[in-house]
């Protein structure tokens, strides 16, 4: 015996095919009435269950059709902090990952710290977790960044000691290779620190940005990360006012990530040469030394967003980042 | 007048169980004095049933299988004591400290802040219940009934004005000897000692006679006619009388209780795991957070003092934790370590501080068991003392319109478990410093202050929106020893050897921007910068080369990105 329990006033008489069976279907959206109307709850009743098509039917009911399924709501997208950016994918979406990759020197940190200085300027607290502890305080400070805001966390301590240790034996040569830069042992302990640090900052809410930056990790080691812990970092997320931003070489999120951004090679304008600097040629652009790096154009390319529900298509931008100097 | 008293029986047990609460179901025995001569000095009901009573030798009270011994604890009895001042004070700002086991409050005029005098006296024996008190509560219209009430009746009483001979009528008259009886078994110095004994030695010449008169009760003494009770015991007797009635009135003697929140635990056996410790520690934080709580006050700094067995490979020296550079990043650190002796035994001290003021046992347990697990304290522990410094609650007016941010009691357990993660010092808020040095910053502790709405409004500039981003450099850390070739003192090839893709020919180059500083220090530094770019395969990026010319290498120092 079994039954099912719907609303009488929701059910309507509508047929779709299901593996070649004519399989009755019931609605369990609550009509107009039930929503503004009257003000009583629904009746229901219990329809009965005697013969086995009946059942089948009465199990399927709870089943609602792909094309039925509420849509999702679109999330709140806030700025980069950068225009031509904002122009392309329409900002950061909250409460979804966002990949950011790219090569050295493509402008993936130019770009993390502009939206961690607009989401400062938003009075929002921002997180960075930084797996090979890369930031550079300066730039920090001149992309704009408040600094009472933001969170530092700066995974991988083998690199600490290596410093205190050159400035104590006063700068041996040896030093810097005995512990050279994120090696693979240390890649390894700095991602798995990450992951964890991750894992808490999500669990501790409250932050409006929070970036992980994986930038200088080696592919290899970067894609060691389950596709489950992306899904985890995804899920805890959602729903909140958080951007999880992720900065890498090549995108490993996979389908977790709502937003894909690869940033391409950069170009370079140089004071004094910009005619000669439309593209970087070694023949061309052989400036003298006393030539100001002035501003960097950067190439965006949206790979994959979920924002908008046209086919996927890569489209591009550019534009140009300034030195601090540069005034 | 209102006024009640909150009396505590039996207090050197009731501090006992105060600190050990498993034990009140089992038969227990305080004692005390100079081993081999210590004498069983209080017990419990239980420990009375199965024959132990005060006096008893420890010898003979340790024949009893059943019975828990416990050395008296003034440290304990004391914590006791300032918890039941504690009770005292959050119902009125006018409380006397009658003896150690007992208080009184002026209620005039609570009864419009906390209801009816019932509903105040089972408040008041709920809060001291909460503190880990056993007391006895009474509300009486003048303070001596209410003390008598409260040493007479157990649980809650309430006399009605008018009615105080009829209520304490069935007491003994033994009770209104019980406090010089209490007083006297405290202690101090020799003086002192000598008048209490005198004074013991009159109250049992009172009691002996009126015990020869046939009165046993204080309604018997209330009845005795005053004029024929002055010829035989004097002003004294008239005054036995005037309290036996309830008719005696006095004013209160209110003393201001000073805010020192402490708890200690002298540990039969010692210690060497941190979770027998942390079971400790959680019982001292419920017991301070409860006082601070009874007062409307929080705390912002924890002091932990635990006194360690003296062991042969301890260092006896003064020994600080922290981290061994970085002396100005140390100031600002939330915890902090001391490790030395006092006489033949070693301390450890840990402090924890708060940014905000917080109140939360649960939280501060688990911020002490990072840290003690990040610092250990290298030997057992025979001794716990915690104290916390009161703060005024903090005041936060949420807005409307005001974006999220983590909750200070959230994010500080959050920094805690990633600085055991990463490092203590690897994860806070930074702070550049006023030097062109290179990595010229610290590390401060990260708090997430809300700015008020006015602030707000100044900060946020639409312009900053549209300038154009600013480049950013990678660093990396250790800056990466690189070979390079020059031509005519520029770079022309950069080789790495520890990082692959740095290394090519020099495809541009700008340069060198020369610094120095901190010559007259041993820490001086000299350096010639420059900007290049290097060709690796297909791809072009930018580097920042250094010239150290003090030491005289070369190094990639970080990545223009």
Request: hydrophobic letters at 40%.
């Amino acid at each position: 015996m079994s039954s099912a329990v719907v609303p009488t006033s929701a059910a309507q008489d509508r047929h779709f095919a299901f593996d070649g069976e004519d399989v009755a279907e019931v609605c369990l959206q609550p009509s107009r009435a039930e929503l503004f109307g009257n003000g009583r709850p629904p009746q229901r009743v219990i329809l009965p269950s005697s013969s086995e098509a009946f059942s089948t039917d009465a199990r399927l009911a709870s089943v609602a059709p792909a094309s039925r399924l509420a849509v999702r709501p679109a999330p709140e997208m806030v700025s980069s902090g950068i225009a031509a950016m904002d122009a392309l994918t329409g900002g950061l979406p909250r409460g979804c990952l966002t990949e950011i990759c790219g090569p050295a020197s493509s402008g993936r940190t130019t770009l993390l710290l502009s939206a961690v200085a607009a989401a400062t300027r938003r009075r929002e607290f921002c997180a960075l977790v930084d797996a090979s502890d890369t930031l550079d305080p300066q730039s920090a400070a001149a992309a704009g960044i408040e600094l009472e805001r933001f969170l530092w966390v700066r995974c991988g301590e083998h690199s600490d000691h290596a410093r205190h240790r050159h400035a104590e034996h006063d700068r041996v040569e040896h030093d810097y290779f005995e512990h050279g830069y994120v090696e693979n042992g240390h890649a390894e302990q700095s991602l798995e620190q990450l992951l964890r640090v991750a894992d808490l900052l999500l669990e501790s809410g409250g932050f409006g940005l929070i970036v992980l930056d994986l930038g200088d990790l080696p592919p290899q080691t970067a894609r060691r990360i389950p596709l489950t812990t992306w899904f985890r970092f995804r899920r805890a997320v959602e729903h909140t006012p958080t951007i999880l931003l992720a900065i890498e070489r090549q995108s490993i999120a996979g389908s977790c990530s709502s937003l894909l951004l690869k940033l391409g090679s950069i170009k370079m304008g140089l004071a004094g040469n910009r005619a000669c600097n439309q593209r970087m040629d070694l023949q061309c652009v052989m400036p003298t030394h006393m030539q100001l790096l002035t501003e960097l154009e950067i190439t965006v390319e949206v790979v994959r967003s979920r924002m908008d529900r046209k086919p996927v298509r890569s489209v591009g931008t550019t534009f140009s980042s300034k030195t601090a100097w540069a005034g | 007048m209102p006024f009640a008293c909150i009396f505590v029986p039996n207090f050197p047990v009731a501090a006992i169980f105060r600190a050990e609460p498993e034990l009140r179901a089992h038969a227990v025995a305080i004692f005390e004095g100079r081993p081999p001569l210590e004498k069983v000095f209080a017990v419990n009901e239980n420990a009375s049933r199965v024959g132990i009573s005060p006096g008893m030798t420890k010898a003979q009270a340790e024949l009893c299988s059943e019975l828990t011994l416990r050395p008296r604890s003034p440290l304990q009895e004391s914590a006791t004591h300032a918890a039941l001042l504690d009770c005292a004070q959050s119902f009125s700002p006018c409380v006397e400290e009658a003896a150690a086991d007992t208080a009184i409050l002026d209620l005039a005029g609570m009864e419009s802040l906390f209801g009816t005098l019932p509903e105040i006296a089972r408040n008041l024996f709920r809060c001291s219940a909460d503190l880990g008190i056993d007391g006895n509560v009474a509300v009486a219209s003048n303070p001596d009934a209410a003390v008598l009430a409260a040493r007479g009746f157990s649980g809650v009483t309430l006399i009605p004005y008018g009615k105080e001979t009829e209520c304490l009528g069935p007491l003994p008259v033994e009770v209104l000897f019980a406090d010089q009886a209490g007083s006297a078994s405290k202690g101090g110095s020799h003086k002192k000692d000598k008048e209490k004994i005198s004074g013991l030695r009159k109250e049992n010449e009172f009691l002996e006679t009126l015990d020869r008169w046939g009165v046993r009760n204080l309604q018997a003494l209330a009845a005795l006619p005053e004029i024929a009770l002055s010829e035989r015991l004097g002003q004294e007797g008239l005054r036995l009388q005037q309290l036996a009635r309830g008719a005696a009135s006095r004013t209160l003697v209110p003393i201001q209780a000073p805010a020192v929140f402490e708890e200690a635990i002298e540990l039969e056996f010692p210690i060497v795991l941190l979770e027998p410790l942390a079971f400790l520690l959680n019982r001292l934080l419920d017991q301070i957070c409860a006082r601070l709580s009874a007062r409307a006050l929080h705390t912002q700094e924890l002091r932990l003092t635990l006194e360690l067995q003296n062991l042969a490979g301890i260092n006896p020296e003064l020994e600080t934790f922290g981290i061994p550079s970085e002396s100005d990043e140390a100031a600002d650190l939330q915890s902090r370590a001391q490790h030395f002796v006092s006489g033949r035994q070693s301390k450890f001290c840990r402090t924890l501080r708060l940014p905000l003021p917080m109140l939360d046992p649960k939280l501060f347990l688990k911020l002490l068991q990072l840290d003690l697990n990040a610092h250990p304290p290298g030997a057992p522990i025979i001794k716990i003392h915690l104290i916390a410094e009161p703060a005024r609650p903090r005041s936060a007016q949420g807005g409307l319109f005001l974006p999220p941010s983590p909750e200070p009691e959230k994010l500080e357990l959050t920094l805690a478990r990633i600085a055991g993660l990463v490092g203590e010092f690897r994860v806070g808020s930074l702070e550049l410093l006023d030097t062109h040095s290179p990595e010229s910053f610290r590390m401060r502790h990260f708090v997430a202050k809300t700015a008020p709405p006015d602030k707000l409004r100044k900060t946020s500039e639409p312009a900053e929106e549209e300038k154009s981003p600013v480049a950013a450099l990678r660093m990396f850390r250790p800056p990466l020893r690189a070979s390079v070739t020059l031509e005519n003192g520029e770079p022309l090839r950069v080789n790495c050897s520890k990082k692959k893709e740095v290394q090519g020919n020099v495809l541009w180059k700008a340069g060198p921007w020369r610094s120095s500083g901190d010559w007259w220090e041993r820490k001086a530094w000299a350096r010639d910068e420059w900007d290049i770019a290097l060709q690796n395969r297909d791809e072009v990026a930018l580097y920042r080369l250094v010239h150290d010319l003090l030491g005289g290498g070369w190094f990639v120092e970080g990545t223009y990105d």
